[in-house]
């Protein structure tokens, strides 16, 4: 990239930082052994979290050594990037069915994932700050690093089931269940900042998957408007953000699908792209970028000024290490359509967005976050 391009870029502050990442990481192997005890009954709450604890302290240095200005928890005290919020929500209730199976595939072949369910059996509720012990405890492992916590969007709750999840007799009136659902993620939001939370991430799939013809099937067999579902939960996760504390950096993430190194769903962001860039209220965009599967830049022209794209370049589904000039030619592709001063550089998802993990190890994960940074350094010199 010419010498032109960099003079023009400013240094980033606040985040999304140049170089950045979307949360989870790779379980170490003695966190496992203590999940896997404590679900035997040989190891009490207690033992079980100061083995996490400890995991949390180590990825955290992971992060800061590898030269990131953000570290997560690395997602370790959960089994789901986001089932393990959504069930601690007031008025959902864990459902065991083994007839809910969803195809991910690899290249090869496909993947059958079966999990537990949910129902809305109840109104929904803030019964307690989620994750709030959790971002404490990070909060305090920092040095240099601002801490970020990640939570699946509000659209999360509804897209797993749908109408057909949420009890008519409690919620005769959908209206009702999402009003309900945005007031505790406002209340959440709110909370959150008072713990001093700074830099909040909002997953969604649903957003990136609906890109797919496909999911839009989906969407219509579990009672939704296939070709308005999209802007029914960009205006409900607008609403959730509303009133967020001064001074928090909200940020949304989408993917197709991340379970044991293999995805759910293809198709670029054309579907979405003009209600997604022009209309939802956060300050950046970490998206899915490592492949043909997530289509062309040109989405990017709906950007508007002001906000800031991560470009998820990296895969975290394989182990081979990109290519730097590869990256660097990717990012000045995607500057045709948005301003690079605008863009920053991470990793396409999560290295373990489920407890098993991707199909990599902690040091190829470590390779590919090192990568970032120096490309990020080299592409905006900083």
């Known amino acids: 990239m010419s010498e032109g391009i960099l003079v023009a870029v ?35 709450e207690e033992e079980l979290r100061g083995v996490e604890d400890e995991a949390i302290r180590e990825v955290v240095k992971l992060q800061e050594d590898a030269g990131l200005r953000s570290a997560t928890d690395g997602e370790l005290r959960r089994a789901s990037w ?37 129902r809305v059996g109840e109104r929904i509720s803030l019964e307690h700050t989620i994750f709030g012990e959790a971002f404490r405890f990070l909060r305090g492992q920092v040095s240099a690093a601002t801490p970020k916590l990640t939570i699946p969007s509000p659209s999360m ?10 009890d008519a007799a409690v919620y005769p009136d959908i209206e009702q269940f ?73 940020t949304t993430h989408m993917c197709r699908g991340n379970f044991r190194s293999s995805w759910a769903a293809e198709g670029g962001y054309d579907f979405v792209a003009e209600a997604l860039f022009g209309e939802l209220q956060v300050d950046g965009f970490f998206l899915e970028y ?48 948005v301003e690079l001063d605008q863009l920053c550089l991470s990793p396409q998802c999560g290295f373990s967005s489920t407890v098993e993990g991707n199909l990599l190890t902690q040091d190829e994960e470590i390779a590919k976050l090192r990568l970032i940074v120096e490309t990020a350094e080299e592409v905006w010199g900083e």
């Open 290 to 337: 490592d492949d043909e599967r997530s289509g062309t830049f040109e989405p990017l022209r709906f950007v508007p000024k002001g906000k800031q794209v991560v470009l998820g370049l990296v895969t975290t589904k394989r182990p081979q290490l990109e290519d730097k000039d590869v990256l660097k030619r990717r990012i000045e592709e995607a500057s045709r359509y």
């Open 82 to 118: 986001h089932m393990d919020f959504i069930y601690q929500l007031g008025g959902v209730s864990k459902v065991m069915d083994s007839s809910l199976k969803v195809a991910f595939h690899n290249e090869q072949g496909e993947v059958e994932f079966a999990p537990p369910s949910m």
């Open 178 to 250: 999402w009003a309900d659902l945005v007031a505790a993620y406002a209340e959440e939001v709110r909370r959150l900042g008072e713990l001093g939370c700074s830099y909040l991430q909002f997953d969604d799939t649903s957003l990136a998957y609906m890109n797919d013809p496909k999911q839009r099937e989906h969407v219509a067999a579990i009672g939704g408007d296939p070709e308005h579902q999209h802007e029914v939960y960009i205006r409900h996760i607008n609403q959730a953000l509303a009133h967020r504390p001064a001074g928090m950096t909200v």
């Open 157 to 166: 709750v509804h897209y797993r089931g749908g109408r057909a999840s949420i």
């Open 10 to 44: 400013s240094a980033r502050t606040k985040p999304p930082f140049r170089a950045d990442h979307v949360g989870s990481l790779l379980r170490p192997p003695q966190l496992l052994q203590a999940r896997e005890r404590h679900a035997k009954g040989e190891i009490d």
